[in-house]
């Protein structure tokens, strides 16, 4: 007897019963072994589902069941306004991210024309603020060659042309470049954090993870290297862990940042904090 797509549901739904999100899971993975979107889940439930759909969703629902992450398992992640192709070799988009882009954009100047992305993996920062603003030139500079591939496959994919991607860990590859604002989202995890060994995370890249014993490697490189990087007033912002907002601030500081902030996520935790070059020492 087929399976119908409300029947194929509800025994994903008690399969992932342990997820938290076993219900938006199992839509995710219908969705898309159906090639179709939610609301055709909800106008044809009684719909039967091919013995290869069946065979395909199975398989899917028990890889999820096991850790897998939904994302790594569709080959995508909506991030902002889009649909961005991951791998296993890149982190997965996550909305806690979006904040990093809202202060971008809301510290962006009309004049303003250049910003970088440090790590930029996906591409989804610097995707995201090249497909709100049209006029500047936005970089991501990741140290791995296929990540970089991929980041070019998801503006091709999304149609959005004033960005590129290159090659290069950090700076090394545009010594000479400057910008009107740096963004990243650095490897921040300590090397030794029990969050490694919980849900996705168990499944991702560390090297994109982590950064040391207190998770601050990165990003005390990325605050002193900055500087020759950005124009005269231009913004470095960083997205971090909840614990280290003061660190990290103090660290601008002694770097010669002003108008340091750090931002609370939705959750009121520290997650973003910037620091803006006013002087040319």
């Known amino acids: 007897m087929a399976l119908s797509i409300v029947q194929a549901l509800d025994w994903a ?10 219900d ?15 609301t055709y889940l909800y106008t044809w439930p009684e719909k039967p ?3 290869a759909q069946r065979q395909t969703y199975e398989s899917l629902v028990h890889q999820r069941a096991q850790g897998q992450p939904v994302a790594y398992l569709t080959g995508y992640r909506e991030f902002w306004s889009l649909k961005l192709k ?22 962006l100047t009309v004049e303003d024309r250049t910003v970088c992305d440090l790590g930029t993996g996906t591409g989804a920062i610097a ?25 070019r496959l998801n503006a091709q994919d999304n149609d959005i042309t004033n960005v590129q991607f290159i090659q290069s860990h950090w700076f090394d590859a545009i010594a000479q470049t400057t910008f009107d604002m740096i963004v990243s989202n650095p490897p921040y ?14 499944f991702e890249p560390r090297s994109a993870l982590t950064a040391g014993k207190d998770g ?27 614990n280290q ?12 940042y002003q108008n340091i902030h750090t931002y609370q996520d939705l959750a009121g935790l520290d997650r973003l904090t910037v620091g803006k070059r006013v002087s040319c020492e």
């Open 245 to 256: 907002g003061a660190s990290i601030r103090e660290q601008f500081a002694h770097a010669g």
């Open 24 to 38: 938006t899971d199992a839509r995710v993975l219908l969705c898309h072994v159906l090639q179709q979107n939610r």
């Open 216 to 242: 601050l490697d990165d990003i005390a490189t990325i605050i002193v290297k900055a500087r020759k990087h950005l124009r005269l007033h231009g913004w470095l912002l960083l997205e971090h862990g909840h």
């Open 189 to 202: 995890v300590e090397s030794d954090s029990p969050y490694l060994s919980q849900g996705d995370v168990r």
């Open 13 to 22: 739904g008690k399969t992932l019963a342990l997820s938290e999100s076993a």
């Open 127 to 151: 995707l995201a603020i090249a497909s709100e603003r049209f006029d500047l030139e936005v970089t991501g500079v990741d140290k791995f060659e296929n990540v970089v591939e991929l980041a």
């Open 86 to 107: 991951v791998e296993p070799a890149t982190l997965i988009p996550r909305p806690d991210t979006e904040l990093l882009v809202e202060t971008a954009l809301s510290l």
């Open 49 to 51: 589902l091919t013995e």
